[in-house]
């Protein structure tokens, strides 16, 4: 049974499953597809600049963009930690 809205075509299935293999492999930023745009989005979740945001049309060239923007972080920052919600 598939969920609301329409099925995703294999093309966006293995841009989603690109976007999940950047998350994993830089897991202080939150990766997404946007089929819409043909395009892979990262935003930080350390703190960062108010409405940081990566974007490029190939997993690889966003894996090189945070690369990059995490080579220029100002020294000390740390990872970020879960907070506690309770």
């Known amino acids: 049974m598939a969920g609301p809205g ?4 294999a093309e966006d299935a ?4 690109a976007a999940i293999g950047l998350h994993v492999a830089h897991p202080e930023w939150v990766v997404i ?12 979740t350390f703190p960062a600049p108010a409405g ?7 997993p690889e060239a966003l894996d090189a963009d945070i690369v ?3 080579k ?15």
């Open 6 to 9: 329409p099925a995703l075509s």
């Open 14 to 17: 293995a841009c989603w499953k």
């Open 33 to 44: 597809w946007v089929a819409r745009k043909n395009q892979y989005q990262a935003r930080p």
């Open 52 to 58: 940081t945001m990566l974007t490029s049309a190939t």
């Open 68 to 70: 990059r923007f995490e």
């Open 72 to 86: 220029r972080r100002p020294p000390g920052r740390t990872r970020s930690r879960p907070q506690d919600r309770s």
